[in-house]
């Protein structure tokens, strides 16, 4: 592990101000290993989990804790602490302003590592997420830096943990945002009634919630294992012959033996156990598996068994049979495809009925909730939607699986959010958060496309070799997904559309454009996307329009903010989209957003941002019972599907 990383730590931020035009295509870091922590016959996991110690920087001096070296003891030791949950945001959980604290702080708990793990293995530390940057030490020792939130990263910790005794881990995480971070944001020192102050802005309007988000695990593995697991699928034509290729990569001594040829032994499971493939496998460390007959992994609503999976086991042995490693992960087995008017999943064209969405509800910010993530699940099936965005970052791994397990498609979004001052530095953070999100997710069969982007600065002449870098290094790493981007510059304007597979546009008719006029929705969204249409011919999705909605206002006429407006929003964009479906390119609507969420404070926001179709705590508004009903009658229509019995209620005898 290289110790210089910790020397990146500077005093100031620097506001970079981007001139260069002249963009060169460099490599980007690799990302090893990362496999999701599962227990096996040849691996323990353990959760780091819990109430951490905390502390904030003086906002002015973020750096004081790494040069007084707070992370040589307890934090205690150095300043006061307060309890802290782990995984959360920070932000939610005190009384006073630690919601808006910018620059770093600081966790750290104690933890026991048993006697038994000494022995042959080698442990790793690994993180879901930490938002921003994370620095991490563990008994005082620097084990790994991390820049992105929203991404997972491990570091070995084998010859740093004290057997069968207490160890400390120390994290120090920032979330200052800069023009050279992704997101971007800026840092500004401003005046106010003390003296001055430092200020953070960024142009998104989620709240930059920050923190451990994710849940913070020690795993073992033998000392040879399995580190990389890589799994694509295909069907026969008649999808009655399911095929599984799988490749490993092998990390440890026993792998470099010249007279130990390791083998990988892959079993395919059904969902009731009962074994339907299994291959050996020599040198090559990969192969294939053949399903027959196969029960492919469909969307939710397109089959009557949606989200099937397989489990596949992948056995290390070595020469003499020996079993070194196991790792069992879940494998969903369907083809995608796309041309220049459709995009379909087993060969059926698909129309994505979904929402943009956030990571985000009270208290814990952007921290891992399984009850939130089981409810929004929940909700999601229950208004009948096949499909959501990640917006605008990678989701946690928990709800990937989930979303597997569930038939529901994502469009899976990297972290690059209202991109503008397009610079080289900026492109290899941008490409290293793609390449980073793929390495994590490329197995998930959810997963059915890249977003690179959320509301780019496209128009601008250096998005334009930009995008083109960003989308061909997103081909590099997947041909097997199409690319997308959600646009917001007009179609005219434009120049990123020519690099995707399929033009996403945001439009906010009635409501940032002409607010209020419900007659000026409809035309206006057919005449746009059939212009993004002719424009680059590519399918087309209206990836966000929706209206801020305050539950419980309610006004007949339909008034801005009130339940009846943003009902009548959906129902005039409706109308738009059944006539651009008759036109075979148009794809797919998602409504902004799932849920409400909070936002930085603006005049804008009351309360944070209240597009959503239910509240922050997860119940309907009255236009979720109208997008209910659209988004099971598009899957009757579409997909065959049957509608629940209360999707109708009872009015009388004529009329159902
Ligand atoms: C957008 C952004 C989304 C915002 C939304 C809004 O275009 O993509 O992040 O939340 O508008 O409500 O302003």
């Avoid at 992960?329 to 379909?344: A, E, P, Y």
């Avoid at 546009?505 to 409501?511: G, I, K, V």
């Amino acid at each position: 592990m290289s110790l210089s990383i910790f020397s990146l730590v500077t005093g100031l931020y620097v506001l970079h101000f981007s001139i260069a035009l002249i963009l060169v295509n460099k490599e980007v870091p690799q990302t090893r290993g990362m496999l999701y922590p599962r227990e096996s016959e040849t691996r323990e996991v353990r959760s780091l989990d819990g109430i951490w110690n905390f502390v904030r920087s003086d906002q002015a001096n973020p750096t004081q804790g790494v040069r007084d070296e707070w992370y040589a003891k307890e934090l205690s030791k150095s300043r006061p602490t307060i309890p802290m949950p782990v995984p959360a945001s920070y932000n939610d959980i005190t009384t006073d302003n630690l919601r808006d604290h910018v620059g770093t702080v600081w966790y750290d708990r104690k933890f026991f590592v048993p006697r038994s793990w000494s022995k042959d293995q080698r442990i790793w530390l690994r993180f879901g997420s930490v938002h921003y940057e994370a620095y991490v030490w563990i008994n005082g020792q620097k084990v790994v830096k991390h820049e992105m939130g929203h991404l997972p990263f491990e570091a070995e910790v084998t010859d740093l943990l004290s057997y069968g005794a207490e160890n400390r881990i120390t994290v120090m995480c920032d979330n200052a945002l800069i023009q050279t971070t992704v997101p971007q944001g800026r840092i500004t020192e401003v005046p106010n009634d003390g003296g001055m102050t430092i200020v953070q802005s960024y142009t998104f309007d989620f709240f930059n919630y920050a923190g451990i988000h994710r849940s913070v695990h020690l795993y073992t593995t033998p000392r040879t294992f399995i580190e990389e697991v890589e799994v694509t699928t295909n069907l026969s034509k008649d999808a009655t012959v399911g095929e599984v290729f799988y490749s490993v990569s092998v990390n440890g001594s026993a792998a470099n033996e010249a007279d130990n040829v390791l083998q990988i032994q892959a079993n395919l499971y059904d969902k009731d156990g009962i074994l339907v493939a299994n291959a050996t496998s020599d040198q090559k460390l990969g192969g294939k598996l053949q399903v027959n007959p196969v029960k492919p992994w469909w969307p939710y609503l397109m089959h009557s068994e949606p989200g099937y999976l397989y489990q596949l086991e992948i056995k290390l042995l070595a020469t003499n049979d020996e079993l070194l490693d196991v790792y069992r992960l879940k494998v969903g087995i369907r083809t995608l495809s796309w041309n220049s008017q459709q995009f379909l999943i087993n060969g059926k064209p698909v129309y994505f009925r979904g929402f943009g969405r956030h990571e985000d509800s009270d208290i814990r910010g952007k921290g891992l909730d399984n009850a939130l993530m089981v409810r929004d699940f929940n909700l999601l099936k229950w208004i009948g939607a096949n499909a959501y965005r990640t917006s605008h970052y990678p989701y946690s791994e928990e709800s990937m699986q989930f979303a597997d397990e569930h038939g529901i498609m994502i469009i899976d979004e990297c972290p690059s959010v209202d991109t503008e001052n397009f610079s080289q530095e900026l492109l290899g953070k941008h490409k290293s958060s793609l390449e980073q999100l793929i390495h994590r997710d490329r197995n998930h069969p959810s997963v059915v496309m890249w977003s690179i982007a959320n509301e780019p600065r496209t128009g601008s002449v250096s998005a334009d070799s930009y995008f083109e870098l960003v989308a061909n290094f997103t081909r590099s790493l997947d041909k097997t997904r199409p690319i997308t981007a959600a646009i917001a510059v007009s179609n005219t304007q434009d120049k990123a559309g020519r690099s995707l597979d399929i033009i996403s546009f945001n439009r906010y008719n009635a409501w940032y454009s002409n607010a209020g006029r419900l007659d000026m929705i409809t035309q206006n969204v057919i005449d746009e996307a059939i212009a993004w249409n002719k424009r680059y011919n590519k399918p087309i999705i209206m990836s966000e329009y929706g209206a801020d909605t305050l539950e419980g206002l309610h006004m007949q006429p339909a008034y801005v903010w009130s339940e009846e407006f943003q009902t009548e929003v959906f129902s005039r964009h409706f109308k738009a989209f059944d006539e651009l479906r008759k036109k075979g390119w148009f794809i797919g609507e998602f409504v902004w957003n799932f849920a409400d969420f909070k936002t930085a404070q603006s005049y804008t926001r009351v309360g944070g941002n209240k597009k959503g179709v239910f509240t922050r705590a997860r119940q309907p508004k009255a236009a979720a019972h109208l997008l209910r009903k659209r988004y099971f009658a598009l899957g009757r229509d579409l997909d065959q599907c049957s509608f629940p019995e209360d999707l109708f209620t009872y009015i009388a005898d004529l009329i159902s």
